[in-house]
């Protein structure tokens, strides 16, 4: 149990790893739009996300008949739930997500490019990945639809929160 749920936040520390690394901000320039942001009477040029970039084309999955890739019983599910203190059926659900969220997370890092500061999945009964970024980039939200088989038709809330923020890694307890 212990082995499985070690192996799993290695490769998805791995994989946050490799795409905070990739820079590809040649390729994406051309996709960050600027528009004009008007703050507390004073304007200034913010970049903002294009959602309809982001679209996947999905539509979202009516969640009381979906089938998810881990059983509701699993021994994952059971893990992240007494990990993160919450239900099975939410830890099978953002398990799901969370496993699937670089799909959402690398059309972002596309726009964003050197605003990109940090990022972080919420882990409770309303899961968003929150994207941190410097201020320069327009505040905003949005529902992103994945659109892998793996997490087919399950929605992500995503929200752009210009606050500059480096994430830290908060230390749950260690595992043996």
């Known amino acids: 149990m212990t082995k499985r749920l070690m192996s799993m936040m290695i490769i998805a ?3 946050m790893w490799a795409l905070t690394g990739c820079d590809n ?11 004009a942001v008007t703050t507390s009477g004073s304007s200034t040029t913010a970049k ?15 969640l009381a008949d979906y089938n998810y890739p881990f059983e509701l019983d699993s021994q994952s599910v059971q893990s992240y739930a007494n990990y993160f203190k919450v239900d099975n ?9 969370s496993m699937a969220s670089n799909e959402a997370l690398s059309k972002v890092l596309d726009q964003l490019s050197d ?3 940090s990022h972080e999945l919420t ?9 941190h970024t410097t201020p320069d980039v327009a505040a905003s939200s949005y529902d992103y639809v994945l659109a892998d088989d ?14 500059g923020v480096k994430g830290e890694v908060e230390v749950h307890g260690e595992v043996e």
């Open 115 to 117: 605003s990109y500061t």
């Open 13 to 15: 520390t791995a994989s």
């Open 48 to 62: 903002t996300i294009d959602w309809s970039v982001m679209s996947s084309g999905e539509s979202a999955a009516n």
């Open 89 to 97: 059926a939410t830890a099978q659900h953002n398990l799901t997500i």
């Open 150 to 163: 793996f997490a087919k038709g399950l929605v992500l809330p995503i929200v752009i929160q210009p606050d």
């Open 123 to 131: 882990d409770g009964k309303d899961m968003k990945l929150i994207i």
């Open 25 to 35: 901000s040649a390729d994406t320039a051309s996709k960050v739009s600027e528009d």
